[in-house]
Every structure is written in structure tokens, then in C-alpha cells.
């Protein structure tokens, strides 16, 4: 049971390049998030997605985009990377109630924007 | 801004002993959650205390929570090499149609043989 896969796991991007982070996971989940750790700071949400064909705001969106794409899969994209976006970042879903659930975490993309 | 603060930041035992680490907040909440995250990995939900409960227990951890002082701790019981990771504190706040789950910086703990 793979629970909840990110791809990739490294990345190294120039400033200005874009990339999608790609989520998936296999517990038929209705909620899904994207999260960015940096040092000192803990997890902040980015986005999430209460349920399949919808997305909304977390605490720091700007310079991000997702995509819900099915029940499955939710991706983040970086348009325009900035050095500032270098992080890891989290997948996590659960099955609803974005704070009343457990969530259950991928093991995160470590990207460097140089 | 930050709803949960770990203390301490870093705690360091030996196999065997006991590690206790505590979370504080600062609004109402629906629940309060305990993770681990183990180096280079994602984290991992131990256990969920909801605001009418005021003690749980898993296994060797036993998490309170203190609604009136806003705080919670986790304690690790017989702790083993293997509990060497960052453990963090969420809170669910309900926010009218949606609830949100903020984590604190974590407590870094190293348990040595």
C-alpha cells in the first residue's frame, strides 16, 4: 500500500524556470494539501483541495498554482521559480475535515531554485 | 503566524528514559494532533486529542491536553533509538465552512544508546 507518492524527489531549477510537483495517492482520500517546510518555520499550507473538483487558498499561495486533477492526483506548479521557493515540499491527504482528520503525508520534494 | 509552539526545540536522552515535549496555542480548538517526522521523510500522524478530551494514550505515548492553559503534551515512555526524530504539534481550528490544521516548529528529539 503505497499510501502517498511525490514525484520527484529532487529537483534543481534555475530561477524563472517552471515545474509540477505531482501528487498521487491510493487511500481514497477526499482531501488533499500541499504544504512547504523550510527551517525554523514548520509546515505552511499552500493550497488544498477539501474534495474532488475543488481547490482553495492556504497561507502562503503566491507564485503556485494546482490542479485537483481526479480523486487521486493533485499537483502544485511553480510558473516562474523564484530563489525564495526553495523548500521541501509536502503532499499530505486525508479523508475530509481539513483539520478534524489525521493526515497522511508523502515523503516530500527537496527543489532548489538557483 | 504560528498557533502551536513546541518546547523544547531540542531534548536529548537515552534509550530507556522517559522524553516529555509540550505544544502551547494561543485560539480555541477543535483538536489538537501530534506528528513524527523522521529525517528525510514526510511526517507521520501519531495521535488526535479532541478539545472535550483531556488524556489518550497509544502504545508508550500518552499525549494530554489542557484546554484552560491552552497546552498539550506528548510523552514518550521507555524511549528507543528509533523514536530519534522531530515531533510537531497541529491544531485544528474550525473557521466557520472549513476547519485548518496549523503545526508549530517541532521539538527535535535524539535518543542515544
Known amino acids: 500500500n503505497a499510501g502517498v507518492t511525490q514525484t520527484p524527489k529532487f529537483q534543481v531549477l534555475k530561477t524563472g524556470q517552471s515545474m509540477t510537483l505531482q501528487c498521487a495517492q491510493d487511500?481514497?482520500?477526499?482531501?488533499m494539501y500541499w504544504y512547504r517546510q523550510d527551517p525554523g518555520m514548520g509546515l505552511r499550507l499552500i493550497y488544498y483541495s477539501a474534495s474532488e473538483g475543488t481547490t482553495d487558498k492556504g497561507e502562503v499561495p503566491n507564485g503556485y498554482n494546482v490542479s485537483r486533477l481526479n480523486k487521486r492526483e493533485f499537483s502544485l506548479r511553480l510558473e516562474s521559480a523564484a530563489p525564495s521557493q526553495t523548500s521541501v515540499y509536502f503532499c499530505?491527504?486525508?479523508?475530509?475535515?481539513?483539520?478534524?482528520?489525521?493526515?497522511?503525508f508523502g515523503d516530500g520534494t527537496r527543489l532548489s531554485i538557483l | 503566524s504560528q498557533q502551536g509552539e513546541e518546547d523544547p526545540q531540542a531534548l536529548s536522552i537515552q534509550e530507556g528514559e522517559n522524553a516529555t515535549m509540550n505544544c502551547s496555542y494561543k485560539t480555541s480548538i477543535n483538536n489538537l494532533q501530534w506528528y513524527r517526522q523522521n529525517s528525510g521523510r514526510g511526517l507521520v500522524h501519531l495521535i488526535l486529542i479532541r478539545s472535550n478530551e483531556r488524556e489518550k494514550h497509544s502504545g508508550r505515548l500518552r499525549v494530554t491536553l489542557d484546554t484552560s492553559k491552552k497546552s498539550s503534551s506528548l510523552l514518550i515512555t521507555a524511549s528507543r533509538a528509533a523514536d530519534t526524530a522531530s515531533y510537531f504539534c497541529?491544531?485544528?481550528?474550525?473557521?466557520?465552512?472549513?476547519?485548518?490544521?496549523?503545526f508549530g516548529t517541532g521539538t527535535r528529539l535524539q535518543v542515544t544508546l
Open positions: 497541529a491544531t485544528g481550528v474550525n473557521t466557520g465552512t472549513a476547519s485548518k490544521l496549523t
Open positions: 487511500m481514497n482520500h477526499n482531501s
Open positions: 499530505a491527504s486525508s479523508q475530509g475535515g481539513l483539520g478534524n482528520q489525521p493526515q497522511h
